[in-house]
């Protein structure tokens, strides 16, 4: 198993009531799957099922298929919007 760290931001972090956590995943994990996880584990964590959460790898935007690795830090915050 491999640990990363994900990190919750604006309505996300409101939501969850925490800024970051580390979790075990497998080998091969998409960011998908682990927003699925994060989903299953925590049901009342609605905002997660936006279908237009952004989402960062160790500083980098990236998408739904990104596989992630060990050490990883993932960051997950809903969409910016300006004006």
Same mark, same amino acid.
């Given at each position: *198993?491999?640990?990363?760290?994900?990190?919750?931001?604006?309505?996300?972090?409101?939501?969850?009531? &925490?800024?970051? *956590?580390?979790?075990?995943?497998?080998? *091969?994990? #998409?960011?998908?799957?682990?927003?699925?996880?994060?989903?299953?584990?925590?049901?009342?964590?609605?905002?997660?099922?936006? #279908?237009?959460?952004?989402?960062? &790898?160790?500083?980098? *935007?990236?998408?739904?298929?990104?596989?992630?690795?060990?050490?990883?830090? &993932?960051?997950?915050?809903?969409?910016?919007?300006?004006?």
């Amino acid at each position: *198993m491999n640990t990363i760290t994900v990190k919750f931001f604006a309505r996300l972090r409101e939501q969850s009531g &925490v800024d970051a *956590m580390d979790l075990e995943i497998g080998d *091969m994990t #998409k960011l998908s799957e682990l927003i699925a996880q994060l989903q299953d584990q925590h049901q009342d964590w609605t905002i997660l099922q936006q #279908k237009n959460l952004m989402a960062a &790898v160790n500083h980098s *935007m990236i998408t739904d298929d990104c596989l992630l690795a060990a050490g990883d830090e &993932v960051a997950l915050f809903p969409p910016v919007t300006g004006g």
